[in-house]
């Protein structure tokens, strides 16, 4: 039996594609600055030479994408955004319900990645890196006394100075997506579990891990605080979940 060949059929992007890429491009790489307001409609359809159709196109796929907001009105237009991690985080959101995927498959993917950006940290940490964590430090200790603001206010910032401070821009856009959920998530924790007389000694365990783990980076014992930093964040998971089953669904719905 003679296989036909496969198809080499290439599909040409459409027009509104084109020019949305075209716009995009000036954004990402700064051309265009956020709150900076696009040409006119009309001086746009003179220069990439499209109707107005296709132009409202391309900003509708630019607006699906967060990078700009379409206002109506007199002083209506289409005003730059900065890329952030929130749409990306709502897209995954939805991928990851439409998988149906657990909040413990997300609290794993982010343990994996945090310590080993934990290592990367611990390696290139620098003086101003060290300065930078004991002022967060500073800040969490002052809410020891209250659970709900270390929670809210101090833990996840923690975290996210962490990725930053690592310095791999990739693994800190995929966390700061899967923090988006786990944020939600805490929330939803806080709200059916309010602190109590034990809340107290749980944030100061966790900020006394914390100081451990400042310490390891100072130290730039890189292997030490990867699987130290691991088993912390597996017990944080164990803590927080207290349903296996529980998807992100329940949290984002």
Do not use: C
């Not at 020891?144 to 100075?161: C, I, V």
């Not at 914390?210 to 912390?232: C, K, M, P, S, Y």
């Amino acid at each position: 039996m003679i296989t036909p060949p496969r198809s080499t059929a290439v599909r040409v992007p459409k027009a509104g594609e084109l020019v949305a890429a075209q716009l995009r491009r000036q954004i990402v790489t700064g051309a265009l600055q956020e709150g900076d307001g696009l040409p006119t409609e009309s001086a746009l359809m003179e220069q990439f030479g499209v109707s107005r159709p296709t132009l409202r196109e391309a900003f509708r796929i630019l607006e699906s994408e967060g990078i700009i907001q379409v206002r109506r009105g007199a002083r209506g237009g289409a005003h730059v955004l900065v890329p952030d991690a929130s749409a990306a985080g709502r897209y995954a959101g939805t991928l990851l319900q439409y998988r149906r995927t657990t909040l413990s498959d997300v609290h794993e993917a982010r343990s994996h990645l945090e310590a080993v950006g934990v290592g990367i940290l611990a390696r290139k940490r620098t003086a101003a890196d060290l300065r930078e964590l004991e002022q967060v430090l500073s800040e969490g200790e002052a809410l020891l006394g209250n659970p709900a603001g270390f929670a809210e206010e101090y833990d996840l910032p923690f975290h996210r100075l962490l990725m930053e401070l690592a310095g791999n821009q990739t693994m800190l856009v995929l966390l700061d997506t899967l923090f988006t959920i786990i944020e939600l998530h805490n929330r939803s924790f806080l709200k059916s579990h309010p602190p109590d007389g034990s809340s107290k000694k749980l944030v100061r365990a966790a900020h006394r891990t914390h100081i451990r783990l400042v310490e390891l980076v100072r130290q730039q014992d890189d292997a030490t605080a990867v699987g130290f930093w691991h088993d912390h964040l597996s017990r944080v998971s164990d803590y927080m979940i207290t349903d296996p089953g529980e998807i992100v669904l329940d949290v984002l719905s």
